[in-house]
C-alpha cells in the first residue's frame, strides 16, 4: 500500500524572463506608482503552507539559485546565479488554491503574519546568495521583490513560456 501523500510546505513557480516591472504601491490622488524591475533573470512567484519553516526557506534558496533553468547563447541552460541573472520574489498566495466545488479554498496557507515573517526571510536568503556569488556581484544583479499580501500588477518579457513549478517537501 503507498504512503499517504504529504502536503507541500512551499510551492514556487520559475519563469524566465527578459525583463519585468512589478507594481508594489498603486498609484494614488497624491502619489504616483511605485515599481520595481528586473532584467534578465527569474521571476520566482512563491506560496507557503502551513508547516513552512526556516529549514524550508534554505532548501528553497539553494534549488532556486542553482537549478539549471535560464537559456544561454548557444542554448545551454545555467542557473541564474551562472548566468547572471535579476530575480524578482513575488508572493502568490493563489498557487495553494484548491478547488472545492465551484470556488477556490486557500485553507492549506500558512497564516498570515508567519507567511511575511518566512517571506521577508526568504528575500534575505537569496538577496545573501545573490551577494555572496562572485559573477553576479560583478554583474551587478540584484534580487527586487513584491509586497507580501498586496495585489500587484505584473508585466513580463520573456522569450517563451518558460515556467516550472517545484514543491517543497520537508524531506527535500
Known sequence: ???PKQAPKARVVLQ?????KLEVQPQTSDQSGQFVEVKRGMIVFICLFNGAAEETLHKMVNKIMNVKL???KGEQLMSVLDLPGDILIIPQACL?????????????LVAKSEGLQLYNKFVKLCEN???QN????????VVKHGTYGNRQVLKVESN????????????N
Open 16 to 20: 524566465q524572463c527578459d525583463s519585468a
Open 70 to 72: 535560464c537559456e544561454c
Open 134 to 141: 562572485v559573477e553576479s556581484e560583478e554583474a551587478g544583479t
Open 1 to 3: 500500500m503507498a504512503a
Open 129 to 131: 546568495a545573490m551577494q
Open 96 to 108: 495553494g488554491g484548491r478547488l472545492q466545488g465551484k470556488a477556490m479554498q486557500y485553507h492549506s
Open 160 to 171: 517563451g513560456p518558460f515556467t516550472h513549478i517545484i514543491d517543497f517537501y520537508s524531506e
